[in-house]
């Protein structure tokens, strides 16, 4: 009988002890490359109803050359559902890039809480692919000496262009 009445106050202790609240979780970074540019995804969960946050990032890109290149960012986390929840990206562009493979390499990400000034956790930034290939800068001409004539544009209109190589 003593060992039973043991066990139970054990139990209704273990319910009534204060169980640690988790907060300002950062689950998952995800960058996804190309050579025009990057997009970088952020998940997360029980973020404070009334604070700012944002997901602080850097992440290694290696070169054709050797040589890695260091990029950094941040991701503004514009809202959140109910739960505090959120799932946020972004685009950043870089290129044009000359030909060769690049390698992603390396990465973190923080999430700070812009309203009180701490960081939380830390993810590892995960590549989708790992690497890509470009084929290289363009050849062709930027710009058209050929002007309007001087006609304006009424504000609200649609122009058109055709481009097309000579050579």
Known sequence: MFRKLIGLSAIVLGL???????ANELDNATVSAGCTGYT????????EANDRYEVQYWFGLKLPNG?????????????????????????EGWGPFPQGKFDLVYGRATLADDTTGKTWNNAYVTFSPECFYCQGMCSSQTQDPSNFNGTAIAPGSTIWFNSNSRG
């Open 67 to 91: 040589k890695t290149w260091d990029v950094n960012g941040s991701l503004p986390v514009k809202s959140q559902d109910g739960n505090g929840d959120f799932n946020a990206n972004l685009f």
């Open 40 to 47: 970088f995804t952020a998940s997360g969960k029980y973020l």
């Open 16 to 22: 009534a002890a204060p169980v640690a609240a988790t």
